[in-house]
């Protein structure tokens, strides 16, 4: 009981002391803030080009198209070889009759202009859609398919993917870099301002010490303090958080225009990512009145 | 009987770093209840003598029971122990200027952690016996200098310490207002506490009629029994 008195007393002290020196807390609780928005921002984005990676992953197909003047015969004998390779998953055959149709069923322009060209006039290619097992390998199949007789050409998205995922992932360790340096600023900034309240309430220390406080019962208030300081701090990220991405995933409905890049549901989603932000508040919070304490609250 | 000494002094000196002898083996003993002034020149150690009892210092050399414990050997940890068992009282008040009076003598015991009605009670008490209830809402800087120093030593004996340590009390104050401290001090003392005050008012030390200990470029001058002060007439 009386341990929890105390803490109450220290808590609700820590907690006007944060209000009453408000402009002199706002850069750090700024500080947090700017910290944290980075955080949850690129958790959000690492959270969706991941799901995006996977989905685009679990598609992954090379398409192989075939001389223009290829025979049926060849088209099924293709068929066994490319059977015969490492790594693959399905194989399907799409004839350049079939691709016509489709293309002319799926737009006006296309019919206009392959209308003309039927049976042996197509000037289309058959292609063999090949999907793979393992990613990491498609290069590797794709340059085997290529070199099979009557291959004109082979064409697979994996370049362009890994290009996105590469440049996502070079963000994520950038921001990752940049949140590393704002939670030090932020230590520094959070320390500096325990600082100066312990400056200013000097006297009260030293009353304190003559009634017989312990050095306990007298850091733990200035330790409550950075820990307010972060939490007031996380107030607004957290907010934008939860607002934020349902608004988001509300707008996109799901979805980002292509179905590869499907949304992760919001709940619980942003409430692990508010939990996270919080953490990350509190131990800030706390390393800062830490260092502070540690630094001037020499007994 | 041990147990009667409340603070005992064996061979104490004190040298402080930049190589200022402030006590020099002194020893003397402090029985339960007694009220003792410190008298002696500017700078012949007085209140080094208090701060090593308080364990604001720590001696050179030498031992210092304060009720049974060698405060010398006490580590800055563990300091709070001992504070909690005595009151320290200054010439400057030190009261927090933000803070009413009932709130600064209550600071001494929230730290404890004590339930607001048992502060209350004993608030009231130590404000009662400083003669300074009516005042509980004001704030220092509507106080005088002598209701300032009551205010103090209310703070000091609100958690019923053994001991009070006062450094020149009065050293701020007009002979009326001291003698009235004085009152405060006696009644503190009536009630069972030890007090131990360094003063250079000799005025107010013959007239208390307590025992007296003056110091001598850090020695023990002499040590008068209750009532055989006699200041120096000019
Ligand atoms: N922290 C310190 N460091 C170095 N010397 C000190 C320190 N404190 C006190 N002294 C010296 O020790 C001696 C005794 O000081 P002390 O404060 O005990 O004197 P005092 O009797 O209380 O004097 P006063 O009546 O002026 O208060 C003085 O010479 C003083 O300069
Ligand atoms: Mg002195």
Same mark, same amino acid.
């Given at each position: 009981m009386r341990v929890f008195r105390m803490l109450g007393r220290d808590i609700r002290d820590a907690f006007h002391s944060v209000i009453r020196n408000f402009s002199l807390s706002l850069a750090s609780i700024t500080c947090i803030v700017i910290t944290l928005l980075i955080v949850s921002i690129s958790i959000m984005l690492s959270a969706v080009v991941n799901n995006f990676a996977d989905n685009v992953k679990k598609d992954m197909t090379i398409i192989a198209f075939l001389d223009v003047d290829i025979t049926e015969d060849r088209i099924n004998e293709m068929k066994l070889e490319l059977e015969k390779l490492d790594n693959i998953e399905s194989i399907t055959f799409d004839s350049k009759a079939k691709i016509a149709s489709q293309m002319m069923k799926d737009s006006p322009v296309f019919e206009s202009i392959?209308? @003309?060209?039927?049976? @042996? %006039? %197509?000037?289309l290619q058959d292609t063999y859609l090949v999907k793979v097992k393992e990613v990491e390998k498609i290069g590797d199949t794709a340059k085997k398919i290529e070199s099979i007789v009557n291959v004109e050409s082979v064409q697979y998205g994996a370049g362009m993917v890994e290009q996105l995922i590469d440049v996502f992932s070079t963000i994520r360790t950038i921001s990752l870099g940049i949140v590393g340096a704002l939670i030090i600023v932020t230590i520094f900034l959070i320390s500096n301002t325990i600082k100066i309240t312990i400056f200013s309430r000097r006297k009260e220390i030293e009353i304190m010490r003559l009634v017989g406080a312990s050095n306990i019962n007298i850091k733990i208030p200035f330790l409550f303090e950075g820990i307010f300081l972060g939490l007031f701090g996380s107030i607004i990220p957290i907010l934008a958080t939860i607002y934020g991405y349902t608004y988001l995933y509300d707008y996109f409905g799901g979805y980002i225009s292509i179905k590869t890049i499907q949304l992760i549901k919001p709940t619980p989603f942003v409430y692990y990512i508010a939990l996270l932000l919080v953490a990350i508040a509190v131990i800030v919070g706390s390393l800062g009145s830490w260092r502070a304490v540690k630094k001037h609250l020499k007994i | 009987m041990i147990l009667l000494e409340l603070i005992e002094l064996n061979n104490v000196t004190k040298r402080f770093k +930049?190589? *200022?002898?402030? !006590? +020099?083996d002194v020893s003397l003993t402090i029985s339960k209840g007694e009220f003792v002034f410190i008298i002696g020149h *500017?700078?012949?150690?007085k209140s080094t003598l208090v701060k090593l009892i308080y364990r604001e210092e720590k001696p050179t050399s030498g031992e210092i029971f304060v009720g049974g414990v060698n405060v010398a050997k006490v580590r800055n940890r563990k300091v709070y122990k001992i504070r909690r068992k005595m009151g320290v009282v200054f010439?400057?008040?030190? !009261? !927090?200027?933000?803070?009413t009076v009932y709130e600064n003598v209550a600071f001494a015991l929230e730290i404890f952690g004590l339930k607001s009605s048992e502060i209350h009670t004993k608030v009231l008490k130590a404000l009662e016996l400083v003669d300074l209830k009516g005042k509980a809402k004001s704030y220092p800087d509507q106080l005088s200098g002598g209701e300032k120093q009551r205010v103090a030593i209310a703070r000091a004996i609100v958690n019923g310490p053994k001991l009070l340590i006062c450094d020149e009390p009065t050293g701020n104050l007009d002979e009326e207002t001291s003698m009235g401290i004085m009152d405060v001090l006696k009644n503190v003392n009536a009630i069972g506490t030890t007090i131990i005050m360094v003063s250079h008012d000799t005025h107010i030390v013959e007239k208390m009629k307590k025992r007296v200990i003056e110091l001598e470029e850090g020695r023990v001058k002499k040590d008068y029994a209750k009532g055989k002060y006699k200041r120096a007439r000019v």
């Amino acid at each position: 009981m009386r341990v929890f008195r105390m803490l109450g007393r220290d808590i609700r002290d820590a907690f006007h002391s944060v209000i009453r020196n408000f402009s002199l807390s706002l850069a750090s609780i700024t500080c947090i803030v700017i910290t944290l928005l980075i955080v949850s921002i690129s958790i959000m984005l690492s959270a969706v080009v991941n799901n995006f990676a996977d989905n685009v992953k679990k598609d992954m197909t090379i398409i192989a198209f075939l001389d223009v003047d290829i025979t049926e015969d060849r088209i099924n004998e293709m068929k066994l070889e490319l059977e015969k390779l490492d790594n693959i998953e399905s194989i399907t055959f799409d004839s350049k009759a079939k691709i016509a149709s489709q293309m002319m069923k799926d737009s006006p322009v296309f019919e206009s202009i392959l209308g @003309d060209y039927t049976g @042996d %006039n %197509n000037p289309l290619q058959d292609t063999y859609l090949v999907k793979v097992k393992e990613v990491e390998k498609i290069g590797d199949t794709a340059k085997k398919i290529e070199s099979i007789v009557n291959v004109e050409s082979v064409q697979y998205g994996a370049g362009m993917v890994e290009q996105l995922i590469d440049v996502f992932s070079t963000i994520r360790t950038i921001s990752l870099g940049i949140v590393g340096a704002l939670i030090i600023v932020t230590i520094f900034l959070i320390s500096n301002t325990i600082k100066i309240t312990i400056f200013s309430r000097r006297k009260e220390i030293e009353i304190m010490r003559l009634v017989g406080a312990s050095n306990i019962n007298i850091k733990i208030p200035f330790l409550f303090e950075g820990i307010f300081l972060g939490l007031f701090g996380s107030i607004i990220p957290i907010l934008a958080t939860i607002y934020g991405y349902t608004y988001l995933y509300d707008y996109f409905g799901g979805y980002i225009s292509i179905k590869t890049i499907q949304l992760i549901k919001p709940t619980p989603f942003v409430y692990y990512i508010a939990l996270l932000l919080v953490a990350i508040a509190v131990i800030v919070g706390s390393l800062g009145s830490w260092r502070a304490v540690k630094k001037h609250l020499k007994i | 009987m041990i147990l009667l000494e409340l603070i005992e002094l064996n061979n104490v000196t004190k040298r402080f770093k +930049n190589g *200022t002898e402030a !006590l +020099n083996d002194v020893s003397l003993t402090i029985s339960k209840g007694e009220f003792v002034f410190i008298i002696g020149h *500017t700078g012949c150690g007085k209140s080094t003598l208090v701060k090593l009892i308080y364990r604001e210092e720590k001696p050179t050399s030498g031992e210092i029971f304060v009720g049974g414990v060698n405060v010398a050997k006490v580590r800055n940890r563990k300091v709070y122990k001992i504070r909690r068992k005595m009151g320290v009282v200054f010439q400057d008040f030190k !009261l !927090l200027e933000k803070l009413t009076v009932y709130e600064n003598v209550a600071f001494a015991l929230e730290i404890f952690g004590l339930k607001s009605s048992e502060i209350h009670t004993k608030v009231l008490k130590a404000l009662e016996l400083v003669d300074l209830k009516g005042k509980a809402k004001s704030y220092p800087d509507q106080l005088s200098g002598g209701e300032k120093q009551r205010v103090a030593i209310a703070r000091a004996i609100v958690n019923g310490p053994k001991l009070l340590i006062c450094d020149e009390p009065t050293g701020n104050l007009d002979e009326e207002t001291s003698m009235g401290i004085m009152d405060v001090l006696k009644n503190v003392n009536a009630i069972g506490t030890t007090i131990i005050m360094v003063s250079h008012d000799t005025h107010i030390v013959e007239k208390m009629k307590k025992r007296v200990i003056e110091l001598e470029e850090g020695r023990v001058k002499k040590d008068y029994a209750k009532g055989k002060y006699k200041r120096a007439r000019v």
